[in-house]
């Protein structure tokens, strides 16, 4: 059965960085798309980033481009996601989910695209 355990959220001051972790198994032998969400009290999940697993193309949420850097270890069947200069608006559970798609730049960042969902760590940014 397959299943996605991040890890690596905290707390941090605003500028601060954190890396956070994604390690799947059961499901990386039709994985092709990783994407990492966030969800904030009282609002909606939104797409992060997302990476497709054989290619290391990459995809990012305007609010994110220039400070998150999705990447990912085949070996260790782990993604990653390097936040940089993080801000208090960047506060929210992070999930991490998996598409047995490949999925591009107009879809990447639709939930409904991705088949499994971690239980999420937690980021908190203070300023």
């Known amino acids: 059965q397959g299943r996605l355990v991040e890890s690596g959220g905290g707390s941090v001051q605003t500028g601060g960085s954190l890396r956070l972790s994604c390690a799947a198994s059961?499901?990386?032998?039709?994985?092709?798309?990783m994407g990492w969400f966030r969800q904030a009290p009282g609002k909606e999940r939104e797409a992060v980033a997302s990476?497709?697993?054989?290619?290391?193309?990459?995809y990012y949420a305007d609010s994110v481009q220039g400070r998150f850097t999705i990447s990912q270890d085949r070996a260790k069947n782990t993604v990653y996601l390097q936040l940089n200069s993080l801000k208090p608006e960047d506060t929210a559970m992070y999930l991490c989910?998996?598409?047995?798609?490949?999925?591009?730049?107009?879809?990447?960042?639709?939930?409904?695209?991705?088949?499994?969902w971690g239980q999420g760590t937690q980021v908190t940014v203070s300023s």
């Open positions: 989910a998996e598409s047995s798609s490949r999925l591009y730049s107009y879809n990447w960042f639709a939930e409904r695209n991705y088949n499994f």
């Open positions: 059961g499901i990386t032998a039709s994985s092709r798309h």
């Open positions: 990476i497709v697993t054989y290619t290391d193309s990459a």
